[in-house]
């Protein structure tokens, strides 16, 4: 499974951005996946999930509410539409797939990584 995030970009505390990651591989869109981030010096963190199916989301504390995580398995994609954007949510964001059955929310849980696209948000 190859994934390929992007939507990133500068934004001011209080706007939205859509994050997208596009899978590829015969069996993609049957694995769960989720976004992380990382802020520097900080530890990678998981934001959200969704199971294979969509039929079910999972949100970190610091995401529910303002986030929202979606997937297209017509399109092998996943989105996370971030809203209400706050100075603390400036990481590096990796979307990733793990072929469990549930939403891990640790990150040696999952087998594949994409690239990261930078999100900053300015006060």
């Given amino acids: 499974v190859q ?3 992007s939507g990133g970009g500068l934004v001011q505390a209080g706007g939205s951005l859509r994050l997208s990651c596009v899978a590829s591989g015969r069996t993609s869109s049957m694995y769960t996946k989720g976004w992380f981030r990382q802020a520097p010096g900080k530890e990678r963190e998981f934001v959200a999930g969704i199971f ?3 039929s079910s ?5 610091s995401a ?3 986030f929202t995580i979606s997937r297209d398995n017509a399109k092998n994609s996943v989105n996370l539409q971030m809203s209400s954007l ?3 949510d400036t ?5 990733a797939a793990t072929g469990k059955a549930a939403i891990p929310t640790y990150y040696e849980a999952y087998e ?3 690239q990261g696209t930078q999100v ?3 006060s």
């Fill in 3 to 5: 994934l390929q995030a």
């Fill in 52 to 54: 294979w199916s969509g």
């Fill in 57 to 61: 989301t999972y949100y970190a504390d």
């Fill in 64 to 66: 529910k509410g303002r």
């Fill in 86 to 88: 706050k100075p603390e």
């Fill in 91 to 95: 990481a590096v964001y990796y979307c």
């Fill in 112 to 114: 594949y990584w994409g």
């Fill in 120 to 122: 900053t948000v300015s």
